[in-house]
């Protein structure tokens, strides 16, 4: 970390975005600095390209060095993609003698026991975030130190990565003469940037639509419960619209950006785009309909897919606060009335973090997030002797959500 500030890289499939970000006095986090670069270093969240994404990262730092006249070294970088997988644990400890206080060392120590789960050989963990303690059978307790009982227990969200890709982070970094300081779930950050302190609570599910894959992540009691990353994003859109109807991927994009809409059903056949077709000299006219139902097909498999996932965690029914859409890809019109459609009786609502200034918001969820995550949930529990590395860092959530509901 430079001094009070913190750096963090989201590693997008269309883009990486550094953001320099100090906590703010309202015990928020505020942005000094916002960058981003376009990079073709990754798919689905996943480093393809080494070289490319180390370029890329290196012209951020030097970007940012230029702009305050010192070196950025440590950052904390994203992590998400269909190789990023969390699942729920438990932890058990006997507290002994019985009724003693329960103590920081007993709280690591179960939290600890939550992470003895087997992984595969190519797998590791990156982050454990406790959810809920038990002391003697008593739910939902968040603070155990300094309470008495005979037995506690743990609900700890572990999120694991492939080596090889964790391994890939740290070089690309390395290569550009930086260090990872911390690997954050993507999708949680999307969650902490754009959900607001109820939606967290009562049950709400975030989905960051992003050029390669779309996030999801379930919050419910003030913790993240669920996350998955399902492999369809908005550069496949462009890619059907390029493939369909014979144009240059760049045309296609500005046929999505411009004209794009997830609802063929709400586009009247008398709208009209232009189309430059490959080969073709001049731009045809075409039914805005027949662009829409390119789009909408595409979008309906993704939806799909987020009500398959949704079944699979077991929150079926039980999200109040429905499903907020962010990321670039949620910029398409009408996205989130098809997603309505799609996943039945639950509130939907586009949402994006507050950066202030002309920028568009929308795809930089993660960045924001992982500022919030890394400064302002100060609640980090020391990881107890021997453990040094990053992996053995645990933070929870509810210093964000007592700041934020203060
Ligand atoms: N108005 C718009 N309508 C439709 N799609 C849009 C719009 N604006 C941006 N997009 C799409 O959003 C995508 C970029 O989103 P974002 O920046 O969230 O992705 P990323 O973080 O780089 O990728 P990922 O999170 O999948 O790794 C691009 O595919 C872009 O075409
Ligand atoms: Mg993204």
Redesign the pocket.
Known sequence: MSGDWTCVL?L????IVALVAEPAEDGGVSIIALESAPCKG?K??AIVDLEETARTIDALARKLSAKFGREFTDFVVSA??PHVEGTNAQGFKEIIPRNRSITHQDVMEVIQHSRSILLAPDREQIQAIPREFRVDNQRNILRPVGMTGGKLEVVTYLVSNQTAQVQNVQRALNLTGKNLEQLVL?PLASGIAVLTPEELEIGTAVL??????T?MAIFSQGSLAYSCSIPI???L??SDISKLLKTAPEEA?RL??ES?CALAGSVSEQEIVEVRQLGQPMARPMQKRVLAEIIESRVREMTGMVKGQLEKSGFQGLLPGGFVLT???A???KCDVLLRSVVGAYPVRKGAPDIGGDLDP??YG?AVGMAQFVIQISEELEPIDGAQSWQDRVKSLWSLLKGKAE
């Open positions: 989201d997008g499939s269309s883009k990754l689905r969240g998400a993609g993507g960051d639509f992003g050029a390669g894959k996030d994003g908005s550069a859109i462009t994009e999505k950006l794009g990321g670039g890809g910029k398409l019109d929308f795809g993660v």
